[in-house]
């Protein structure tokens, strides 16, 4: 349509704007006004024009614009608004479909900054089509199906001020028509299922029934009002179609007792300032409860986080059940669990749950719908077209014993067809009986009998999946898009196995890059494949193929290090993709490169598969640090925040069949590579270092222990890091893709003796599991000393690495790992060293055994002795071996994390390094690395190279770049081909 399509018309964000309306029975407005109202708030609010709204009494109000109006919108209804609110309407809307109107329930958000449309009827513009948006599908709701879109405002107004932010839209289909009109809106449908496609609300402002109009003229008289007129309420679908399937048959589920449940509110652990606590609800009814929804309230406590539930409101709150717990069975159970302050050292207190499902009301009668499955029952695919109708399960049924499998407290159906290890039947993920089983008390199988377990083999499908535009979901689990949002509330970590936290001796340079986003937003249809392992011969599997191993490193999305004299963003980090495309290259032009395109170059040199290092606020898209004005990639390929970079690189990837994993590279992306565990704290090791400017002393991610330095935390304990391998673990199904191998799950855990990380892996094991099996965990080495950053730092354990004379690399030490096995199946967990050579750091292996005064010497103390590097290729093999080569010997998967350096150290690195090892004239680094790559492939190991992306100061690219630190520092962010002696060593590695 006309120049309008900028606009989701919502401008109603009132600033400044009150003039006060009384009670009075009848009052016109024609001036901006928002206030409360005969016990409604109402807002109104144009730019231009003789629009004009009269407030009644109750929730009535009534509207009248014509052309001479540009844009207007006015309603009634509540402050605040609520996730859980049932919306009715009645009374006529005097639109027409040459008119440009909405009919809505309308309101805004905080944390995140969101402006939300439930449009139930619209002119001649439907918002659906608003240009540069993404569909998200389509799920049922009030006897209609609602189309889901997010689109992007930029710098426009808000109810803070100007500001970039999202606006979320469900528009029904079909609309309401003109005229007479009435209706009810399920808010909670649409909140769970934006929630379930990663569109979090934040905390409500205000939430009407609002009349808009734009450049058009008409009129309305409404009357709102709080509860449901119609009994036809559906919970949304979990995953569909953005088209609604034309064929297949739609299964819905049965309709459920809302009530007949009891909830209870459990304190499961608490310290000083904080706890942790468990909601449990209980269907005591003889039908099954689909769709739940709870509330409490607390005097003083407040919620930090939460997982296995949708949360909303900032006291009181409002919980939802995700995907795969919303479904309650007769005599079953489900729990969410939160974290939260006290404000006080007073005891955690114990709210009242309230809710339906706890008191018998009833809730939403119709639960999980598959449309458009034609017999498979599989909701999440949801089309016509996809040919999955032969798959050999088509015979699967209802398993009606109501027996369920409580899976380290997150409960699913026990499958019926499947005979052993996960399945997906009747449009849920399921268990199987004996696999459920095998779990430790308390876990397991809960209530009613055994289920039948048919002798239809769930076999491959014999009609391959089509090329429909909607394919089923990559994820055989479900998962919610955030199972525990991280907060900045500085609350300790619990008393759980946990290790304490740590410092280190073998720095590694921080990156000075500053990042780039992708410009790409390619969109993947989500394909039916996607189940990663590793086969007895310790290779990487897809779908029970060998995957090629042919590996590198992108980086950015961690965060910058920004130095202290940035001018925009002093001691920084933002979050970005590196692209080779920043605001000063080609004289603030940018290069026009893209991911995509990167992604692209990268295949056809022989890459299959990617590392990409993350820090918990990427996946946080209003961290400040992922949002502009901070991020500096030129504006060409300048995400809106972290979080759409992530997203757009996974899609992108997919897009060229490159297989990813996800790296969880620190506790706080200001902290960076230092964190040698999840909640690491200063002294850092290069706190003292020459010339280096960002050392970061004043950031911890420890709430305890910390130095006099620290002024931030960045809270991070082992429930947040499970929390962020969940919502990690749950991307697949949310972006329908089917290219995430695995989860790297933190980066060179250093500071933890083997013992303590074994552990914390496992824990990590059963938190990615429960949400998508699909994915293998990978698991990095330790060090040569532990708890050098558990609060005494003068203080440090030795860790058992082999022979004492070849130090190991952090992430390096997996000495332990054979007699101290770690319980994690071996089909599930791949071991990920990493390894460098003295680009990154000198080692006293690295140095000359015969010179004197330097034997034991490394890092700036074999700098200023003047030792000289010998790489000595045997003393390195024999380390390796015994640090984790000696694994393949016992069929574990390796795969090298991070390998790599600079082949022309010590030039282009800082002139302080320059200078500290000047009398280095030979190409010692690089031969390092052929030293590296000889024993890879004596040993059949696959290895990531770090990097592919130029901007690593301490080891530069696989990509050429002319920028220099100390001569050509203006040309960063150029790419220039790439570099022909590190495409050969690859090469070598890969056999080509």
Not at 655 to 673: K, L, M, R, T, Y
Not at 768 to 793: K, R, Y
Request: proline share 5%; hydrophobic share 30%.
């Amino acid at each position: 349509m006309q120049s309008y399509k900028k606009k989701a018309l919502g401008l109603a964000v009132t600033l400044g704007l009150g003039f006060s309306v009384g009670a009075s029975a009848q009052t016109t407005l024609s001036s901006n006004s928002a206030d409360f109202n005969n016990g409604f708030y109402y807002s109104f609010w144009k730019d231009s024009g003789s629009a004009t709204m009269t407030l009644y009494g109750g929730g009535r109000y009534s509207s009248q614009w014509n052309n001479s109006t540009n844009n207007w919108v006015g309603g009634k209804g509540w402050k605040p608004g609520s996730s859980s609110r049932t919306i009715s309407y009645s009374g006529s809307y005097g639109g027409s479909d040459s008119q440009n109107t909405y009919l809505a329930v309308y309101g805004w958000t905080r944390s995140p900054l969101i402006e939300y449309y439930v449009i139930e009827s619209y002119g001649s513009y439907n918002p659906a089509n608003c240009q540069g948006g993404t569909d998200y599908g389509s799920f049922q709701s009030d006897g209609a199906t609602y189309n889901v879109r997010r689109c992007t405002r930029t710098q426009q107004p808000s109810i803070d001020g100007t500001q970039t932010f999202y606006q979320y839209f469900s528009v029904r289909s079909p609309k309401k028509g003109f005229g007479n009109i009435s209706g009810t809106v399920t808010f909670a449908n649409h909140a769970a299922f934006w929630a379930s496609k990663g569109l979090q609300l934040g905390n409500h402002d205000y939430q009407i029934l609002a009349t808009e109009g734009y450049q058009s003229s008409g009129s309305s008289d409404l009357t709102v009002s709080e509860g449901g007129n119609n009994t036809s309420s559906a919970a949304p679908i979990s995953s569909s179609s953005s088209r609604p399937a034309s064929s297949a048959t739609a299964n819905s589920s049965t309709g459920g007792n809302g009530g007949n449940g009891s909830c209870t509110y459990t304190i499961n652990n608490e310290w000083n300032n904080g706890f942790q606590g468990t909601i449990t609800i209980t269907n005591r009814g003889s039908s099954a409860i689909n769709g739940w929804s709870v509330n409490w309230q607390y005097s003083s406590n407040r919620i930090t986080s939460s997982w296995n539930a949708n949360l909303s409101g900032s006291n009181p709150y409002t919980a939802t059940g995700v995907d795969w717990n919303k479904t309650i069975q007769p005599g079953q159970s489900v729990s969410f669990g939160v974290q939260g302050s006290k404000n006080n050292n007073s005891s955690a207190e114990k709210p009242t749950i309230n809710g339906a499902v706890c008191s018998g009301g009833t809730t939403s009668s119709a639960g999980v719908s598959s449309v458009g499955v034609s017999s498979v029952g599989v909701s999440s695919v949801a089309r016509s077209s996809i040919g999955v109708s032969s798959v050999g399960v088509s015979s699967v049924g209802n398993c009606n014993t109501g027996s369920q499998c409580n899976w380290y407290g997150t409960s699913y159906p026990i499958c019926t067809q499947t005979t052993s290890g996960w399945g997906y039947e009747n449009g849920r993920s399921c268990i199987t009986q004996s696999t459920c089983a095998t779990q430790p008390s308390p876990y397991g199988v809960v209530g009613g009998g055994s289920c039948p377990v048919s002798s239809a083999p769930r076999s491959s499908s014999s009609a391959p999946v089509s090329s429909s535009s909607a394919p089923r979901s990559s994820s055989s689990i479900p998962a919610s898009s955030s199972s525990a949002p991280r907060s900045s509330s500085s609350i300790p970590a619990s008393s759980s196995s946990a290790p304490r936290s740590s410092s280190s001796s073998v720095p590694r340079s921080s990156s000075s890059a500053a990042p780039i986003s992708s410009a790409s937003n390619t969109s993947t249809s989500a394909p039916a494949t996607g189940k990663f392992r590793v086969n007895s011969d310790g290779q990487i599997t897809k779908d029970g193929t060998v995957l090629p191993a042919r590996c590198g490193n992108w980086f950015g999305l961690e965060g910058r290090h920004e130095p202290s004299n940035d001018t925009t963003n002093p001691s920084g980090a933002p979050m970005e993709l590196y692209v080779g495309n920043m605001w000063w290259t080609n004289g603030g032009k940018g290069s026009g490169r893209t991911v995509s395109q990167g992604l692209k170059e990268l295949k056809a040199q022989g890459i299959t598969m990617l590392r990409l290092p993350i820090s918990p606020q990427t996946l946080d898209a209003n961290d400040p640090q992922g949002k502009a004005p901070n991020l500096k990639n030129h504006e060409s390929v300048r995400q809106t925040n972290s979080r759409q970079g992530l997203e757009d690189f996974l899609k992108a990837a997919a897009a060229e069949d490159i297989q990813v994993f996800i790296d969880i590279h620190s506790c706080s992306n200001f902290v960076g590579w230092r964190a040698g565990r999840i909640d690491a704290r200063p002294p850092y090791v290069d706190a003292t270092r020459a010339g280096y400017d960002f050392d970061r002393e004043a950031y911890s991610c420890s709430t305890t222990g910390n130095p006099s330095t620290v002024k931030v935390i960045h809270d991070y304990n082992e429930a947040k890091w499970l929390a962020t391998l969940k919502e990690v673990a749950g991307l697949p199904a949310q972006l329908g893709i089917n290219n995430i191998i695995g989860i790297d799950i933190f980066n060179e855990p250093w500071d933890y003796t083997w013992e303590d990380w074994k552990t914390l892996s496992e824990h990590a094991y059963e938190a990615i599991n429960s949400v998508n099996p699909n994915l293998l965990v990978i698991v990095e080495g330790v060090s040569g000393s532990a708890n050098n950053q558990d609060g005494t730092p003068d203080t440090k354990d030795e860790v058992p690495n082999g022979d004492k004379a070849v130090n190991p690399n952090w992430g390096e030490n997996l000495h332990e790992a054979g007699d101290n096995p770690i319980n994690i199946p071996k089909d599930r967990v791949l071991f990920s060293p990493h390894t460098y050579g003295p680009s990154v750091f000198t080692q006293k292996h690295h140095i000359d055994p015969t010179q004197a005064g330097c034997e034991g010497l490394e890092g700036d103390e074999a700098a200023a002795a003047k030792c000289k590097i010998v790489i000595n290729s045997e003393l390195l093999e024999k380390g390796w071996e015994q640090h984790f080569g000696y694994l393949r010997d016992l069929g574990y998967g390796l795969l090298i994390g991070e390998f790599g350096g600079n082949m022309d150290w010590p030039l282009k690195t800082s002139q302080v390094v320059r200078n500290q090892w000047s009398h280095i004239t030979t190409n010692v680094d690089q031969q390092w690395q052929e030293a590296a790559v000889t024993y890879f492939k004596k040993r059949s190991i696959n290895a990531c190279y770090w990097s592919m992306n130029p901007e690593s100061a301490d080891t530069f690219g696989w990509w050429l770049t002319p920028w220099d630190p100390v001569s050509a520092n203006d040309r960063w962010g150029e790419w220039s081909g790439f570099d022909t002696r590190k495409t050969s060593l690859l090469n070598r590695l890969w056999g080509q």
